[in-house]
């Protein structure tokens, strides 16, 4: 049986426009990556936004490692509990075949404000080349 479906605009929870880009949920966050935001077609974006579910604020944290190509189109997934798959798209001249990994480890810190949250996201990029298949 079909429950009822109710959409909701979320405060303070506006960005730049964008379009093309994945969205993978992972634990409590929304990890968006890529995508373009302005109408000309060759515009790639390679930055990481996270959107915690549980306040609906965007989290910023420090990325170490190499970000993977400025991608559009691109297809993402969770697996093994903590990474986030990128593979193909297109970069803004060609369609690529590239594929990156995202490991994402939660670290815990001290916190003396209520208004900090008790973890935080560690992430590393580690850009893995694959075979062409021809």
């Known amino acids: 049986m079909m429950k009822n479906l109710l959409w909701e605009e979320i405060p303070n929870s506006k960005l ?14 929304i ?19 996270v959107l915690n579910v549980k306040t609906w604020f965007y ?19 969770l ?3 903590n990474k986030i798959l990128l593979f193909g798209g297109f ?12 490991s994402i480890e939660e670290t ?4 003396h404000s209520s208004r900090q949250s008790n973890s935080s ?4 990029f580690n850009i893995q080349e694959t075979q062409d298949e021809r």
């Open 121 to 124: 996201l560690s992430s590393n």
């Open 31 to 49: 990890i968006t990556y890529g995508g373009r935001h302005s109408e000309d077609a060759r515009g790639c974006n390679n930055d990481i936004k």
């Open 59 to 77: 989290e910023y944290f420090k990325l170490e490692g190499d970000n993977p190509l400025a991608l559009q189109r691109h297809s993402a997934c």
């Open 16 to 29: 730049a426009s964008r379009c093309s880009h994945t969205s993978t949920l992972f634990q409590d966050w």
């Open 91 to 102: 970069n803004g001249e060609k369609i690529v075949g590239e594929t990156a990994i995202l």
């Open 79 to 81: 697996f093994l509990e």
């Open 108 to 111: 815990k810190r001290n916190s």
